[in-house]
């Protein structure tokens, strides 16, 4: 049992589909180092909060080599499904009514879970239960009736829990249902959650933040935003489509919240060498996995110096 004084990182995981192995390679150098013991907290948003789980369960290297053995075909990311979706979505809203099972899923998220990491890679649930016994972890959820988000205690239905923070609008075709609530992957209207997040912190913690995407944006990011509003609305009410097209002013307003957090560390991919969300070549997620391990071990170099000079 770790001394709970000694705990003083708290660890925010953000979403990026794809572009969760930049963390996951963070991760894995946090695991090498055996930062356990200091980590009071981690909040997990889309593939960061899976990333996370794998972490607490110290699976960090087996649960990422899901991004760069079992993504990289077309059971995961089906880019050619996206038109078919589009059309069989605008049928459903606005001529006749199609089964679930008719509307196209760009992202298999049902692959990834049912067969992947319930089965070929399994996550360790009795490892991560014992974790979170010292650790707080929590998931980001989306709400798409309110257009709402907030976090949630991952003990409980923690699979299911995954599975909703990840099922990012429009690109899977439905929300996940825990406890009678529909839930969405959050990343499209609040990639962070850091208003709930920073309430909950202390002044004397340390806020470390893994970002998967750099934060710079050009016309092609404003664009991207505009259209998916305007397939997310043929899915939901207005409330959340407007949402999705206001996504990057809310995440200006996040990051502004993040970095004045007086004890906060932001992790991020280089400006240019960021990969797409929908990213399945392999040499290219394995590059990234390893410029995440670069920027884990700058951090922990830091650390190690801050340790020094202060004894």
Not at 34 to 56: D, W
Not at 142 to 158: D, I, L, R
Not at 160 to 186: F, R, W
Request: charged share 25%.
């Amino acid at each position: 049992m770790t001394d709970q004084n000694n705990r003083d990182i708290v660890l925010l995981c953000g979403p990026g589909a794809m572009q969760g192995v930049f963390s996951a390679g963070v991760l894995m150098t946090f695991e090498e180092a055996n930062l356990y013991p200091r980590i009071k907290a981690g909040y997990g948003v889309s593939a960061g909060a899976m990333n996370l789980a794998y972490y607490f369960a110290r699976q960090t290297a087996f649960g990422s080599s899901i991004y760069t053995e079992e993504l990289i075909g077309r059971k995961f990311i089906r880019k050619e499904y996206l038109p078919i979706g589009i059309i069989e979505r605008w049928v459903h809203k606005k001529v006749t009514a199609l089964p679930l099972e008719w509307r196209a899923t760009p992202i298999n998220l049902d692959f990834l879970f049912d067969e992947i990491i319930t089965q070929k890679k399994q996550l360790n649930m009795a490892s991560l239960e014992s974790a979170l016994q010292e650790i707080d972890f929590k998931i980001l959820l989306a709400n798409p009736e309110k257009a709402t988000t907030h976090y949630v205690e991952a003990k409980g239905e923690t699979l299911q829990k995954l599975k909703a923070s990840t099922a990012i609008v429009p690109y899977y075709n439905h929300s996940i249902m825990i406890e009678g609530c529909p839930y969405v992957d959050p990343s499209i209207i609040r990639p962070f959650g850091a208003e709930e997040l920073i309430a909950q912190l202390q002044e004397e913690d340390k806020l470390v933040v893994i970002s998967n995407f750099s934060f710079e944006r050009g016309m092609r990011h404003h664009l991207m935003a505009t259209l998916e509003a305007e397939v997310t609305s043929l899915m939901f009410e207005d409330e959340l489509s407007t949402a999705v097209h206001h996504r990057f002013e809310q995440l200006d307003y996040e990051l502004r919240l993040i970095q004045q957090f007086p004890g906060v560390t932001i992790i991020q991919p280089c400006s240019g060498q960021e990969i797409h969300p929908n990213e399945t070549n392999q040499v290219r997620l394995k590059g990234m996995y390893n410029h995440g391990m670069e920027h884990g071990r700058k951090f922990l170099e830091k650390e190690r110096e801050f340790k020094r000079d202060n004894q």
